[in-house]
């Protein structure tokens, strides 16, 4: 079975702009779930979906955004980027998504200048 | 706010040596979970402790859970350089996962 995966691995942008990730899940698994992580704040939750709707969102600003297709994909999106979202992005996907292993893909690296 | 708590924050030991990593977390969780990251990487599901008193076992890795004092370690056997990552813990709970700090683990021959 092929992992999950997503694009694109590296992204710059200046501060002001917008990003969208993508997020791809393992066959079968209808949970997505997203983290930011960063060297100093470790790893924080940002949004799970199932089944194209939102179940949890994290302590984040509104400028964090996401959505999950019919297929189960998920994107995540940052408008007016800051400095301070320069983070890797994580997705990771399960089943259910409640009470269950999460497998995480690669990651977004996003640098903003 | 649950908080999952590890200890130590860094740990640099020999190879051969044996050490153990220590996840306490602040809710009434009877489940666990163990990753592991190496660097620049994504991170690798190790273990999943579905109960008290549960342990689960791989190669030099061996993982615990206590329900009652909360608290979940990672035991690692005669390290060797391999094993060289950092550790997390984390508990979940209404459809989010809740990390520890991390454990940055360095093998040194």
């Not at chain 2, 005669?78 to 209404?94: E, I, P, R």
Request: contains cysteine.
């Amino acid at each position: 079975k092929a992992g999950v995966t997503q694009t694109p691995r590296y992204l710059i942008k200046t501060r002001g702009q917008q990003v969208t990730l993508s997020c791809s899940p393992i066959s079968g698994h209808r949970s997505v779930s997203w983290y930011q992580q960063t060297p100093g704040q470790g790893l924080q939750f940002l949004f799970e979906y199932f089944s194209e709707t939102q179940r949890n969102k994290g302590n984040f600003p509104g400028r964090f955004s996401g959505r999950q297709f019919s297929n189960s994909r998920s994107e995540m999106n940052v408008s007016t980027l800051e400095l301070g979202d320069s983070a890797l992005y994580l997705c990771a996907s399960s089943f259910g998504g409640a009470r269950e292993t999460q497998y995480f893909g690669p990651g977004t690296r996003l640098l903003v200048l | 706010e649950l908080k999952v708590e590890q200890n130590p924050l860094f740990l640099s030991m020999q190879e051969g040596k044996n050490y153990t990593i220590y996840c306490n977390y602040s809710t009434t969780s009877d489940r666990l979970y163990w990753y592991r990251q190496d660097p620049g990487k994504s991170l690798e599901s190790l273990f999943v402790l579905l109960s008290n008193g549960a342990v689960k076992q791989e190669g030099r890795l061996m993982a615990s859970l206590d329900t009652k004092a909360r608290l979940s370690t990672l035991h690692i056997t005669a390290a060797v350089h391999d094993l060289s990552a950092t550790y997390f813990c984390a508990v979940d709970m209404d459809y989010q996962f809740y990390f520890g700090t991390g454990t940055s683990l360095t093998v040194i021959p």
